[in-house]
């Protein structure tokens, strides 16, 4: 089993930055192939962006590439979500998971479904004002 506890969310005005952080306990975080995933009132949940055990590959959604990075520091047992030049849009509850899915150079568009994670945050929530 893992734990896994988010942070960081808030309310910040249109343009803003947040880095929200999920913490892990239980087994080996570098275990795990981590991604983040949001769900907005009445849509369904959807993926953000996701890192291999290592960070070294890293898959993001279109609505976010070049605003969000996601990372992680294996030697914390953290993963981070940076996101800058927020919009409203950008408004939801934020969800880390972890995934014991295997992970290479070339499957991280696999990792969009959110069926391929094992284990889940409780969510932080991040409110954008216009």
């Known amino acids: 089993q893992v734990q896994l506890v988010e942070s960081g969310g808030g309310l910040v005005q249109a343009g803003g930055s947040l880095r929200l952080s999920c913490t892990t306990s239980?087994?080996?975080?570098?275990?795990?192939?981590m991604g983040w995933f949001r769900q907005a009132p009445g849509k369904e949940r959807e993926f953000v962006a996701v890192i291999s055990r290592r960070g070294v590959f890293t898959y993001y959604a279109g609505s976010v590439k070049n605003r969000f990075t996601i990372s992680r520091d294996n030697a914390k047992n953290t993963l981070y979500l940076q996101m800058n030049i927020l919009k409203p849009e950008d408004t939801a509850v934020y969800y880390c998971a972890a995934s014991n899915a295997p992970y290479n150079s070339e499957n991280g568009s696999l990792f969009v479904d959110s069926l391929r994670y094992d284990y889940w945050g409780q969510g932080t929530q991040v409110t954008v004002s216009s």
């Open positions: 239980g087994r080996t975080f570098s275990n795990y192939v």
